[in-house]
């Protein structure tokens, strides 16, 4: 059964509370302050936490600040309970990351319905990182490999860390339009250790959040510096992973990138994958409403591999479908590859977005792309993702694609 943690320092109203959710056969746990509350959270792990606003020493907003700056706590639904209906304390909550609120007196309807909303969402979420995790277990590689990257990235400030970036460039024009920018890690114990190991690892451990966070950084701040030295606007795209996507605080942290550094918008281009999106389609889009509202581009990457009902791709606000390099691979050869890639092409121009083919690696691929009006691509047979200082004299030297 899922565990509720209930904070509330007046005990009537706690114990009536605990008495609801027991009937209806959650596991409970109870605090009487914010303090003992947090604590709480984090030993116990729980699946909700219903929390009073006004509270002595420790109130609400101290309570949820704390919990969503800890990866372990991040994602745990949050819902506030108060006897104020004020607008400003509703917007505050809101805006540190509360994931409901309920003001007092509620119904037992409202509570319930509340709780299950948010239950479902987060187990959801859980089932997710737990398939991208596969099973808990970690073989003695992958201990080595978490440790490692605790160190780097708690201690040692993300020394081996590095972002590549792919140049991504149109098909008609010839010009380099953006870049895809990578993260790699070069651990002085392990060598290099690919992002399909250490990433899923992060998820799991909660670590992607002060990654994610990292690249976002750099990228912005790399951004900002070309575009100083008089490089033309280009689209710098930034993967996202599911925790950054469903972190409450993800839209105040790129409003202050982009002011921080000064950026165009447009500039920079979100990707999401398909899985990311679907595993809770209503709140994805909301999220993807605030993201565009600022001015920012979102990509849907990998498409074609998840399970996308094309009913709602008409419903995401984005600019960008990137088709997954296993519809490319080939594609020239393999007529079912071809039926899907020339749909896909098609159905994405009809919905006015934008096509970029991954991973294309020869010219024959290209052939096919450019014939199918394909806008653009990345992918080996063009460069491979490249050291800043190398995507740099890369775009000087005005590599073109071949006819
Ligand atoms: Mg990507």
Redesign the pocket.
Known sequence: MPKILVIEDEESVRENLLDLLAAEEFETIAAANGKIGLNLALSEAPDLILCDMMMPEMDGFGVLKALRQDPLTVTIPFIFLTAKSAKSDFRQGMDMGADDYLTKPFTRAELLSAIMNKLEKYANLKKYLSAQTGAQKLTPRMQLVERELQLAVKQKYFEGFEIYYQPIIDIKTNKIIGA?SLIRWQNSELGPVSPAEFIPLAESNGLIIDIGHWVLTQVCEQINNWRKSGIYPLTF?V?LSAIEFNEPELINKIIHLLNFYNIEPGCLEL?LTERMIMQDVHTAIYTMNKLRSLGVKIAV?DFGTGYSALIYLKQFPINTL?IDRYFVQDVPNDYQKAAITTALIQMGHNLNLKLVAEGVETEAELAFLRQHNCDAMQGYLFSRPLPKLEFEKFLASNKSLPV
């Open positions: 895809e795209a993967n990707e990457d990137k």
